[in-house]
């Protein structure tokens, strides 16, 4: 929900005092928030960027943007400014065509890839709700309640690493991972070939978009990949406007709001560069997310979740909270940390976080300003901010003009199954 202002903070204030009090007292009182860039988090994202072909490297580097000048909050330094996006990055593997982004919007609204041919990406990555499902944590494949919250897929397409805890590297694997996940399509790839090959329709999109006869389920989700390139970006907010030169596109409160973000508030030191993301992992300390304890489905999904990432059984037969990078690296530091996500188009995504525990940015600045949870193993970046009403208010403003126009787009038509011997005609 926008624009809930702070009207009942001083009781809230009041309540949160207990906590932030604590957590201040162990931190230097002197200065406002303690927090500079020489906390012990540097930026990794060159690696990433490397080994992802032809993916613009925002990292590097630069002078920082020059919109906190003149202020008298100094802004945080070392960090890759905020920016307009890139191009969109493209595997040399899988060139951009129209044919191939056209059939990839059709594929994603097509629930006859997954099992029980009852789910599609759309079911959970639905245009009405940010693409996302606006739940806290997602739905699953029948049967099953998903343990993680649906992200958006705008924007999807500039991140190296993809998924809450950034598992797999491109979008033809997560969308490997999405169709063939058991809580997601369940699908399985030589039966999606099978139903492909029914459909005269189909046959023809992909002769034209990959020139093959068959389709296999590798041109799935290449052409799967290509639309999420082409059709789900949003580089049109009021603060690319700004940042293009159109001064009046940002409120003033906003322009506050940007200078908190790149100083006081402390965001800018994980949420940088043209995505707002470090693309690295950090753990937040979030509150627990209840479906987990009163929803058995979810409970279900957990811990399967862990034990198909090889967690041993006696940790597993007691989950309770989502691991994040723990999964990939089996590291005990790496226990609840989760990639930044980028902050764009985040009008439209709520619920907030991996667990879906935030209702609305204002919860989610609350929370930041708090210094988020109690366990000392949180990041250190992560500390009480001690922002006034109007400063978060401006903030949240801030973070409004992240988003711009909805990314609408016409729910295409699905092919239809025919009989044989269609294939044999068109081979
Ligand atoms: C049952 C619900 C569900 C279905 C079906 C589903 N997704 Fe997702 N999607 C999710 C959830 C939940 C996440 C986060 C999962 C995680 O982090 O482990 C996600 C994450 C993603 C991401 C990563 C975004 C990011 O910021 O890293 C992309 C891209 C994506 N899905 C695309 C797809 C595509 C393409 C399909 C269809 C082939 C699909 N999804 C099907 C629920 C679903
Ligand atoms: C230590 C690095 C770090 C700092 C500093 C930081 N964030 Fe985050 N942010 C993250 C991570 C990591 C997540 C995802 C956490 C999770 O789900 O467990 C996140 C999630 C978010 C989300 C939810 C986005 C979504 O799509 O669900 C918002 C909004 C957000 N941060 C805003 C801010 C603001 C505003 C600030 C400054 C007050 C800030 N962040 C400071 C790392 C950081």
């Not at 991140?159 to 063939?180: H, N």
Request: glycine letters at 8%.
């Amino acid at each position: 929900m926008r624009g809930r202002h702070w009207f009942l903070f001083p009781l809230a204030a009041l309540l949160l005092a207990g906590c932030s009090r604590r957590k201040a007292d162990t931190q230097d009182s002197s200065v406002t928030p303690a927090i500079t860039a020489t906390d012990p988090q540097p930026p990794e994202t060159s690696s990433a960027a490397a080994s992802e072909g032809s993916r613009t490297d925002d990292s590097a580097p630069a002078p920082r943007a020059p919109t906190a000048a003149g202020t008298n909050q100094r802004p945080l330094h070392g960090f890759p400014p905020l920016a307009a996006l890139p191009d969109v990055p493209v595997p040399p593997d899988n060139p951009v065509s129209a044919a191939k982004s056209q059939l990839g919007r059709v594929l994603f609204f097509d629930n006859r890839l997954s099992g029980d041919v009852g789910t599609s990406c759309a079911s959970c990555h639905d245009p009405r709700q940010g693409w996302g499902d606006g739940q806290a944590v997602s739905r699953g494949y029948a049967g099953t309640q998903h343990w993680r919250n649906s992200q958006t897929t705008v924007n999807s397409a500039f991140y190296s690493k993809l998924f809450w805890a950034g598992e797999v590297p491109s979008l033809e694997a997560q969308a490997k991972s999405a169709i063939t996940g058991n809580l997601a399509g369940n699908g399985d790839p030589v039966m999606i070939e099978e139903r492909l090959a029914q459909m005269p329709e189909y046959l023809a999109m992909f002769k034209e978009a990959f020139g093959v006869d068959r389709p296999t389920f590798a041109h799935v989700l290449k052409a799967i990949a290509t639309f999420e390139r082409t059709d789900m970006i949003s580089r049109d907010s009021p603060f690319d406007q700004f940042l293009a030169g159109e001064e009046d596109a940002l409120s003033e409160d906003a322009k506050a709001g940007l200078v908190l973000f790149e100083g006081k508030a402390g965001c800018i030191q994980c949420h940088h560069g043209s995505l707002m993301s470090d693309e690295d992992y950090h753990y937040l300390d979030l509150p627990k997310q209840k479906a987990f304890e009163q929803d058995p489905l979810r409970q279900v999904a957990l811990r399967y979740q862990h034990y198909i990432r090889g967690v041993p059984e006696h940790v597993y037969r007691q989950a309770d909270g989502d691991l994040g990078l723990y999964y990939t690296t089996k590291k005990e530091e790496d226990r609840g940390k989760f990639r930044t996500p980028s902050l764009r188009y985040l009008e439209y995504t709520a619920p907030y976080m991996h667990n879906g525990v935030f209702f609305d940015v204002e919860d989610v600045i609350d929370f930041y300003d708090a210094g988020g949870g109690d366990d000392p193993r949180q990041s250190p970046l992560i500390r009480p901010l001690r922002l006034t009403d109007e400063e978060k208010f401006q903030l949240a403003e801030f973070l409004y003009s992240l988003s711009g126009k909805e990314v609408r787009i016409a729910v295409p038509r699905l092919p239809e199954y025919e009989v044989w011997p269609l294939l044999e005609a068109a081979e």
